[in-house]
């Protein structure tokens, strides 16, 4: 498996609109601008949020144009991609406040010398009300009304905000500012990063593309989440991170290999065949919880 298929298969979801024709741009050499973007809602990253920024890393290893986008104003309305309510609204000093957390956390993973950071508040802030309802005529509110917690917070009469069907058409202007051909997040994220491709494709008549990863599974089988207490974080210290490892379902070693941690494929293959021909993958969880905290803390600790 060479390096570009690599990037395109492991831990991917889904690529839109397709693996080929994205395989065979990154093939022809020329200098893509991509980014990932998070909301510092939150100040503390699990094994799981860290899978999209494996990716990210990994173009910046390949020479591409990376961008860390800061959604420092589109956590003004918080995405509710995910959520069965809205979001507490957030001051622009706990976003900042959070941020500097979360960069900490992050740079267990990204190399930011390889990688440019840059705040949305940059060109969401500047747009008039005018420029506004030019954005919002591009989507339709229908489309977004049809999400599924959106429309089951709809049918149980739970208030939607108004400002919510903003949100995608935000994140669609982040992309179209960058100029984007590759956005990369999780699966839930999809709906928002459509969004850029409509925008790219009506203002700049360019095709870009969505990587969307697939999500890493919480120590008991659940996605991973601070709500059931079955995350991985990043700050763990070694002790308790191996003992989470140790936790895990055995049928999950190898997704935990793939998506959180950098062991080459092949090696991975090698372990899920042993898996394959013993009764006690003891000595594997012992293997994977030894990377995990080689990455992330270093060979000492």
């Known amino acids: 498996m060479d390096k570009i298929d690599e990037l395109l298969t492991r831990g991917v979801a889904n690529i839109i609109p397709s693996k080929e024709t994205l395989g065979k741009l990154l093939e022809s050499g020329k200098k893509l601008n991509i980014y990932l973007g998070i909301d510092p809602t939150a100040t503390r990253i699990h094994l799981g949020h860290a899978v999209p920024l494996r990716k990210l890393q990994k173009f910046a290893e390949l020479g ?30 706990e976003i900042e406040e959070n941020f500097k957390t979360y ?68 994140q669609g202007y982040d992309s179209y500012i960058l100029d984007t051909d590759i956005q990369i997040g999780g699966t839930d994220q999809t709906f928002n990063m459509q969004a850029g491709r409509i ?5 700049r008549n360019k095709e870009s593309y969505v990587i969307a990863t697939g999500f890493l599974e919480g120590t008991d089988g659940r996605k991973m989440s601070k709500t059931w207490d079955n995350a991985i974080w990043l700050d ?32 991975i293959k090698d372990i ?30």
Do not use: C
């Not at 925008?199 to 203002?203: D, G, T, V």
């Not at 006690?280 to 270093?298: D, T, W």
């Open 199 to 203: 925008l790219q494709k009506k203002w």
């Open 64 to 93: 591409h144009n990376v961008t860390f986008l800061i959604g420092d104003f589109t956590a003004l309305i918080g995405d509710t991609s995910d959520k069965e309510s809205e979001r507490p609204v957030l001051t622009s000093e």
């Open 272 to 301: 899920e065949s042993e898996l394959k021909n013993i009764n006690n993958p003891l000595n594997s969880k012992k293997e994977l919880a030894r990377q995990i905290i080689k990455e992330l803390h270093g060979d000492k600790e």
């Open 103 to 170: 960069k900490k956390q992050a740079e267990k993973i990204l190399d930011f010398s390889k990688i440019s950071i840059r705040n949305n508040s940059e060109w969401l802030g500047n747009l008039s009300f005018k420029e506004v309802i030019k954005l919002a005529q591009e989507f339709s509110f229908g489309d977004f009304a049809a999400r599924e917690l959106i429309k089951k917070r709809l049918t149980a009469s739970k208030h939607v905000g108004l400002h919510e069907g903003l949100y995608p058409a935000m």
């Open 236 to 267: 763990d210290n070694p002790d308790d991170m191996y003992r989470k490892v140790m936790a895990i379902n055995d049928e999950l070693i190898i997704q935990y290999f793939t998506l959180a941690t950098d062991l080459p494929i092949l090696a």
